[in-house]
């Protein structure tokens, strides 16, 4: 295995997890919900320390705690744990009552455990974390797109274009500048493919064999007027040829914008990206289009090339893979699936609907551990098959 797979992939996943948590641990202490333990990385525990009830801080070195007070003797923003864990890979935060099952002496719900909180409160804390990977997307999609980094690009030119394919039978050749697509104005390749492929996505259905029409808008380099011209798209190419049939040119651009718009086209970018996840999540479901799923390993392959390619052409693909990473565990936790956040926010809402009236604590704890056994089975399987594909 490459090393730069290991470099690169702990503290991508560590940003990942760590941000997620953080949101979850904000939004508890603002719920006044009592946080037993913040951890960076997973146990077991190397070092932690603790605020005391009523002066000072304590140490707690591996999983030896000196108690010299009860936990529940403070209010909920105090004897929180803050502890660092041997495996350097995100983060977690364990809350009391997060299960259903803190009461105190009375038998009645502990006021600072989660499910004593209201409906509201529970949801906010629940959603936090996936607030939080949105908000992390945005601020790596700023900074990629913001001066010093850029995405790398080509221009709209072409190079080449392969015999008999679309572009050479509608007429394109080499040299043209591509000046707009379907009456969209382009400056870059990527803008370019981004189009046809959404043209060719929503035609996928059809036959192996059908094209798509698309119109360009080119100047060709003898000539200072545009022209129009239809170019076929192929929904099944030959591969290696592309939609349409013509390369760019190699020369390398780096697109940016100015520092006051990085925002802007952080939070514009991260809402595209997500509605494409979405997008491709549906058609999935609905069998439109082949199950494709990374697991760790894939994902490590990935963040390990992405990490290499740094020196060649720059931080944004470590950026934006970490970007798009931060929306993919955003968008899957928001799937009401039971054990992950979406499906405990769902269990929340059938609770509003019933009014008010509660699942069993006991219910609802086998409901997440189905979920969550089936979500282990999935990853097993699929880190399997990244493993079959990385050695084949």
Not at 10 to 28: D, N, Q, S, W
Not at 200 to 207: E, F, I
């Amino acid at each position: 295995m490459n090393y730069w797979y290991i470099l690169a992939v702990i503290p991508v996943f560590g940003l990942l997890v760590l941000v997620h948590e953080l949101g979850h641990f904000l939004a508890a202490k603002w719920s006044g919900i009592r946080v037993e333990e913040f951890g960076l990385g997973f146990p077991p525990r190397i070092v932690g320390i603790r605020r005391r009830a009523n002066k000072g801080w304590e140490v707690i070195w591996l999983n030896k705690i000196y108690e010299e007070e009860s936990p529940f003797d403070a209010p909920a923003p105090r004897n929180t744990i803050y502890s660092l864990n041997l495996l350097p890979i995100g983060g977690f935060v364990r809350m009391t009552g997060e299960d259903g099952s803190t009461v105190d002496e009375y038998g009645n719900h502990d006021p600072q455990s989660f499910t004593a909180k209201s409906a509201g409160k529970r949801f906010i804390t629940l959603a936090a974390g996936v607030v939080m990977n949105f908000l992390l997307a945005i601020v790596l999609f700023s900074i990629a797109y913001g001066p010093g980094v850029g995405q790398p690009d080509y221009p709209a030119q072409v190079a080449s274009v392969v015999p008999n394919s679309p572009a050479a039978q509608a007429g394109l050749r080499p040299g043209d500048k591509i000046l707009a697509i379907n009456d969209k104005p382009v400056q870059y390749m990527s803008e370019i493919s981004l189009a046809v492929q959404g043209v060719v996505s929503t035609n996928h259905d059809k036959a192996p064999s059908a094209t798509v029409p698309i119109k360009l808008t080119v100047r060709h380099p003898d000539s200072t007027a545009p022209v129009t011209m239809q170019v076929n798209a192929r929904l099944h190419p030959p591969q290696g040829q592309g939609a349409l049939g013509f390369s760019s040119v190699s020369q390398r651009v780096y697109v940016t914008v100015p520092l006051w718009q990085a925002p802007l086209k952080g939070i514009s970018y991260t809402f595209n990206v997500t509605g494409q996840l979405i997008q491709g999540l549906v058609q999935m479901v609905t069998g439109q289009v082949q199950v494709q799923v990374a697991g760790p390993v894939g994902i490590a392959k990935y963040t390990g090339q992405a990490a290499q390619m740094v020196t060649e052409i720059g931080w944004w693909p470590i950026l934006s893979l970490t970007g798009l990473l931060s929306l993919n565990l955003a968008v899957v936790n928001s799937l009401p699936f039971p054990a992950l956040d979406g499906g405990r926010i769902f269990l929340i809402l059938i609770e509003l609907l019933r009014g008010g009236k509660r699942i069993k604590p006991e219910r609802e704890a086998i409901i997440n551990f189905v979920g969550m056994a089936v979500l282990l089975a999935l990853m097993f399987i699929i880190t399997l098959s990244d493993v079959w594909h990385w050695q084949s």
